[in-house]
């Protein structure tokens, strides 16, 4: 199955699953790889809404491992994404503003969390 047949619901799930089981065995090269490549299948064949779903997700795994710096920069690129598609307004926004709020807390960063 070629990615043009795939959803970009399962391109990001196979991504996700692949870099989970790389990040966990430590071959983080081999897992960033992974990453760019869904990106530039993503850019190429889906909508900026599907980007923001899988930053949002790559954020998830880091997150769920303590690596909160690191869960950071998707968790922003997907707000940033959503901001500019969706508006401050909108759910998925302000979903986005949580998980970026999360990582503040988890990191002790309260003034920044309430911002």
Do not use: W
């Amino acid at each position: 199955m070629n990615t043009m047949t795939k959803t970009a619901e399962d391109v990001i799930h196979e991504c996700v699953e692949k870099f989970s089981l790389l990040f966990e065995q430590g071959d983080v090269a081999k897992a960033k790889e992974t990453i760019d490549e869904t990106l530039e299948s993503l850019t190429t064949g889906f909508g900026k809404d599907q980007i923001a779903d899988f930053l949002v997700m790559l954020g998830d795994v880091f997150f769920q491992n303590s690596h909160f710096k690191e869960a950071m920069e998707p968790y922003k690129g997907a707000l940033e994404i959503r901001l500019e598609q969706l508006g401050d307004k909108h759910p998925d926004t302000a979903k986005s503003y949580e998980t970026v709020g999360k990582v503040f807390v988890k990191e002790d960063n309260f003034e920044s969390a309430e911002e």
